[in-house]
């Protein structure tokens, strides 16, 4: 028997004080209904005596002390789940808002999710084909890895998430492939352009869209990524799917967050952001994985955009600290005409080496894949050296480092967002880079593969 | 005795009608039996820090004590397990609950059915006191574990068992001079937060070889001693934790995972026992307990995990074992702390932390130490603790990072700008520092002789020269030095590259030996000095710098462990026959 409570006490929104209750729980899922008749939930977030605190998922507006209802249901919020999720568009609390019927549920589950036993993780290292070398090249992405794209504002990342969707493909293998995809905060413009690219190349079907507008309300926004994570678990783990997900953008998650713990008066940490973000993140990112004796996955590509490019800024401090590693995007790049931008020095894979070498991409990637990462900075270094001194100053060897890192800008990292390269042509364009350089500086190379893969003067 | 929940705010719960429980002991909440301890007490309601999920929780539900603080069991099957922060053994709550982590999961940490076969030591009738071994088990093919007299018991042993038995079992009673008859089963508990005692404490000296080469022949750290690895997101600090816990030579590795990434420890898990210590021959997950708070696991037992750690090593430690603890990362430890600090409404420090942040951290890293154990036959042991700090955006100004700096005496600080430059193991050599040198230096010159030392000496001048001249080649370019200074940048770039980096996914470069480094680096310095001499007779520079017997050096650290000392000696013989030629051919050949 569920109670009905007209005993709201205070709303300063988001937060909502009810009193007078009996058997609320922490964490629990919470209906108001207003004078007219209209529904909004709200989640316990403290208890104490007979006294609630609730956090509203939508706006205040409308609802009044005298005579808006609340009842709480007994269970944290859940998400229905089935496989017919697929092809369809839900809002940021898991609702259908494409018109079409309500969801067969196959299951019901917590949003919330529950931590994986480390004990019972895969380790991810399935190398996929982005297609994109600075990825597959330099910061290779395997399956089950959470692999976050640091960006700013006005740079293409969503050019390049887009491309990465519609291109990975594991090598040699034709397993059923979903793309879960949470637009949390973003406008609709950005939105309908992942969406159009999904309907473009037929990935449509095999996408489910969970979206939450720039004017949806902000803390529906903190349970978007966890309601869009929740259907990624149950098409990997139960359906055996291997899914990708894409979220962005984190700095709108993040926001929401600091509102709310504002509300609550919480201490505050770094830049007004509670001090449990990191914990928060987390829960979110680690529910990317493969698990052992499973044959789904859920590999994880959040979005977010660096306020004022700052990469220590909480927000990609936290997530670069959480995730296994980032591409990070550069202004300096996209301002000279490269596409896509991807800054490779920062930019960084943790899981590539597990992904590469021998029968999974080449025996000579990882030699080669360190070798032009040192390269290509060493290279900057005297192109640096030589604005301030002019090219007179370098040695014959710079000279050739700062060409080197030209080309490798030019050919290597700008590849347009159309181009799709094979993972051994993107290392075949490697070397054809390397040879640039002095043969007496490839030092991170064994002599044998430079024997056999160094194209030969001619 | 239980009492009832009043408030529950996330981890935070407040309960009432608990007057009799004391501070720090364990509770169970709710009908799930989530575990708890005792934070605070007001009146008889008690702050209560849940080691779980409180979804669901709510005012009115139960609150039983179990009257004991937060312990740990101690005994044979430890080693090559996983546990959460609570000491839960991992696998066995896969077994139970599936692949996630559910809440209430009951699971005794040392199994109760598996039997080990307990080999007596002390004979009835033996006077024993607390520390003496009563019998030992081969509790893995690498590590004799040793069952003692636990702490407050001593007197005349009446009875030892032998043979097969379960860790619950009675193996010897012992008899105190009150007369009262004390069962010792197979394992005992200690309470986490308080250090297991020990007889005496000494002074570190006798370094800890961990086959890494700028912290072996750089910053070198003792057994028994503590260091802190700070550094940014994406700087390494996992991948030099791994190469500790896999290379060390210490007899047992704590790796605890304190808030970091899950698949990172499923990496340990998978890896180590894959991985084969060089010293015996060994699976390296033989002699490795791993302790596991991911970042998703709840954050309260994120602040235990820590402790769970530490108390093991001692344990063993008490065996007279060298235990190095590796704690990744510390600073989710202090957040955690942190965390719990804001619940219960106290006054914070600096940024947000508890103002009791760094006598925590000072108490942790005071358990470490080399100690001669408990018992009567004066055996050593040593803890050695390694902290991981993440200082937010790279900056070790954060309170953390300072608090741990001021109490470790090793400082290995990772730099983003060399693990852009792909420099690996990204560790600064100019900001790093260890206290150790001094006290470890007669051991170096005791098995090397004096070169050792002075080649570190002349390696870290030449290092420190090379960043001055840098300033000046910014300025005004590479020709405004003159041919000793290009020199010394020269050898500075050759110890950079072919000492320092060094490969952890590559089997030869993973783990250099002491000699190894020995040789290594007299082989980058022997061509300093053959080229200054050269240069004072006249030698064409550009030609000194270009000679083929370079391309060897920066290649030797790949040389095979049995036939590293032959190779070098030949390279150094090239490098001389073509110095000579140089000199040989003047100025302008």
Known sequence: ?458 | MSGTITKVSGPLVVAEGLADANVSDVVRVGSQRLIGEILNMTGDSASIQVYEETSGLGPGAVVETTGMPMSVELGPGMLDNIYDGIQRPLPEMRALTGDCITRGTDVAPLNREKKWDFVPVAKPGDQVIPGDVLGTVQETSAILHKIMVPYGVEGEVLSVASGEHVVTDVIATVKDKKGKIHELPMFQRWPVRIARPYTRKYVPSRPMNSGQRIIDTLFPIAKGGTAAVPGPFGSGKTVVQHQLAKWSDVDIVIYIGCGERGNEMTDVLMEFPELKDPRNGEPLMKRTVLIANTSDMPVAAREASIYTGITIAEYFRDMGYDVAVLADSTSRWAEALREMSGRLEEMPGEEGYPAYLASRLAQFYERAGVVECLGADDRQGSVTAIGAVSPPGGDISEPVSQATMRIVKVFWALDSSLAYARHFPAINWLTSYSLYLDTLAPWYTKEFGEGYMKNRTKAMHILQEESELQEIVRLVGQDALSPADRLTMETAKSIREDFLQQNAFVDEDAYSSYLKQYKLMDLVLRFDSLCRDALQKGANMEKLFTIPARERVGRAKMADVKVFEKDYAEIEAQMKREIEEVIAGGEDA
Not at chain 1, 65 to 83: C, D, I, N, Y
Not at chain 1, 321 to 337: C, F, P, V, W
Not at chain 1, 345 to 372: C, F, W, Y
Not at chain 1, 396 to 415: C, I, T, W
């Open chain 1, 1 to 458: 028997m569920i109670k009905e409570y007209k005993t709201i006490r205070e709303i300063a929104s988001p937060l909502m004080i009810v009193e007078h209750v009996e058997g609320v729980t922490y964490d629990e899922l919470g209906e108001i209904e207003l004078p007219s008749g209209q529904k909004r939930r709200c989640k316990v977030l403290e208890v104490e005596g007979d006294r609630a605190v609730v956090q509203l998922f939508e706006s205040a507006q409308g609802i009044n002390l005298a005579e808006s209802k609340v009842r709480f249901l007994g269970h944290p919020q859940q998400l229905a789940v089935s496989e017919d999720m697929l092809g369809r568009v839900f809002n940021g609390m898991g609702e259908p808002i494409d018109g079409g019927p309500a969801i067969l549920a196959d299951a019901h589950k917590d949003i919330n999710g529950l931590p994986m036993n480390p004990a019972a993780r895969a380790y991810p290292a399935e190398f996929i084909q982005t297609g994109v070398s600075t990825i597959d090249g330099l910061n290779t992405l395997v399956r089950g890895q959470k692999l976050p794209i640091f960006s700013g504002s006005g740079l293409p990342h969503a050019a390049l998430a887009a491309q990465i969707a519609r291109q990975a493909k594991v090598l040699g293998d034709n397993e059923t492939f979903a793309v879960v995809f949470a637009a949390i905060g973003i406008t609709f413009e950005e939105s309908e352009y992942f969406i159009n690219d999904f309907r473009r190349t037929g990935a449509i079907d095999r996408t489910v869209v969970f979206s939450n507008l720039a004017n949806d309300p902000a803390v529906e926004r903190i349970a978007t990524p966890r309601v869009a994570l929740t259907a990624a678990e149950y098409l990997a783990f139960e359906k055996g799917m291997q899914v990708l997900v894409i979220m962005t953008d984190i700095t709108n998650y993040a926001e929401a967050l600091r509102e709310v713990s504002a509300a609550k008066k919480e201490v505050p940490g770094r830049r007004g952001y509670p001090g449990y973000l990191y914990t928060d993140l987390a829960t979110l990112y680690e529910r990317a994985g493969r698990r052992q004796g499973k044959k789904g996955s859920i590999t994880m590509i959040p979005i977010l955009t660096m306020p004022e490019d700052d990469k220590t800024h909480p927000i990609p401090d936290l997530t670069g600290y959480i995730t296994e590693g980032q591409i990070i995007l550069s202004r300096e790049l996209h301002r000279k005409g490269i596409v896509p931008p991807v800054d490779v020095l920062p930019s960084l894979s943790r899981l590539k080496d597990k992904g590469i070498g021998v029968g999974k991409t080449r025996e000579d990637h990882a030699g080669t894949m360190n070798q032009l990462f040192a390269a290509y900075s060493r290279g900057k270094d005297a192109k640096e050296l030589m604005t301030i001194l002019g090219e007179a100053a370098l040695s014959e060897d710079d000279k050739l480092f700062a060409k080197f890192a030209d080309e490798f800008e030019r050919r290597y990292v700008s590849q347009g967002n159309t181009t799709n390269r094979s993972i051994i042509e993107t290392l075949d364009l490697g070397w054809e880079l390397l040879k640039i350089l002095p043969r007496r500086e490839l030092k991170r190379i064994k002599p044998e593969m430079i024997e056999k893969y160094l194209p030969k003067e001619d």
